[in-house]
């Protein structure tokens, strides 16, 4: 098991967009764009079945969205969902990458005032029970959390974010987007993983096939793909 990271600035998000019909560039986020990609690349180098089920999990924050629910003054805790999008492997990466952009975009969309009181009871009635892990990606975007504009006194973090992308427990599974700076002073993010070797080089490979041509050289590690050794 390796840890790495990929760093993705304007142009990898844009030479992922390219690969849309012109009509459809400005139709999604680049939430959307990164992530759907990413799940796409992700779930080829993971070299699973066709016929399994793959669902990928985008953390919400319901407070952005929602003024009625009731969240108290002064409370800094989490007011978040957990959507999932399902669907088979075999479909997620035989389609165009459009259909998992669409699936990601529905999954957001789906976390709606009535939803969260809905998850709220769920979580009452089944006893707060975990989400599925099988064969499952957990995506989280916390590039506007703050965490590098916090000083304890000797200046702002250079990096704020997952020392590790995971553990022996669910290898893989969580794929936060951490805010980062690359050798070049471009403002982007990167994506901490947490996989076996040749997973790692079968997902490089997967993004080479769009970023080759566009990459970042980060601030430390292995310029391919605009991977950094994950060793933050």
């Not at 986020?29 to 080829?44: A, G």
């Not at 003024?67 to 108290?72: A, G, I, K």
């Not at 006893?127 to 000083?151: E, K």
Request: charged share 20%; hydrophobic share 40%.
């Amino acid at each position: 098991m390796v840890h790495h990271a990929f760093f993705f600035g304007a142009t990898e998000v844009a030479a992922i967009r390219s690969l849309l019909p012109p009509q459809q560039q400005q139709k999604y986020s680049n939430f959307e764009i990164i992530t759907s990609y990413f799940w796409r690349c992700r779930t080829l180098a993971l070299q699973l079945d066709t016929n399994e089920e793959v669902r990928i999990i985008c953390i919400v924050d319901a407070r952005s969205k929602f003024v009625n629910l009731l969240v108290p003054n002064g409370y800094y805790g989490n007011a978040i969902a957990l959507p999932a999008a399902i669907t088979t492997v075999g479909k997620l990466i035989e389609n165009p990458l459009t259909y998992a952009l669409d699936l990601v975009k529905k999954a957001k969309a789906n976390v709606t005032e009535e939803y969260m009181h809905s998850m709220a009871d769920l979580l009452v009635i089944k006893g707060r029970p975990h989400f599925t892990t099988a064969n499952a990606c957990l995506v989280s975007d916390v590039t506007r959390a703050g965490f590098r504009d916090v000083d304890f006194g000797w200046g702002k973090a250079v990096y704020g974010g997952l020392a590790r992308a995971g553990d022996g427990t669910n290898p893989g599974i969580s794929t936060i987007y951490i805010p980062f700076k690359n050798a070049k002073g471009e403002e982007g993010f990167v994506i901490p993983v947490f996989f076996p070797t040749q997973v790692i080089e079968r997902l490089v490979k997967e993004l080479d096939k769009v970023l080759k041509n566009n990459i970042n050289s980060p601030t430390m590690g292995d310029r391919k793909s605009g991977i950094i050794n994950s060793s933050l």
